[in-house]
């Protein structure tokens, strides 16, 4: 659904490529719908708290967003998410040499 919005019609073919090659992780759907819900009413909005809730039921140690609303938010409510988040300058000078 996000990616039907996205302007960029390359990004978006590269983004529906994504997809079709299948999920990263086995995901249970009625559990990240349920912590999407308890991340919208902290005021993440339904695509932000949809992909933390994806990143968290994924395990993922690490969620980087160049969204700077979106870090602000997580960084508030750091204590109630169960993944990092950071900007991606910050994660690179993190793994890279």
Same mark, same amino acid.
């Given at each position: ?12 073919? #590269?983004? #529906? ?51 700077? #609303? ?11 998410? #169960? ?15």
């Amino acid at each position: 659904l996000e990616n039907e919005q996205d302007p960029m019609e390359s990004r978006a073919a #590269r983004d #529906r490529q994504l997809v079709a090659a299948g999920p990263l992780a086995e995901m249970q759907d009625d559990q990240v719908a349920a912590r999407t819900a308890e991340l919208v009413t902290l005021g993440f909005g339904n695509f932000d708290a949809f992909h933390l809730a994806s990143a968290e039921a994924a395990t993922a140690d690490v969620f980087a967003t160049c969204d700077d #609303r979106r870090l602000a938010k997580a960084t508030r409510y750091a204590a109630s998410l #169960r993944v990092r988040v950071v900007d991606p300058v910050t994660l690179a000078a993190e793994v890279l040499p």
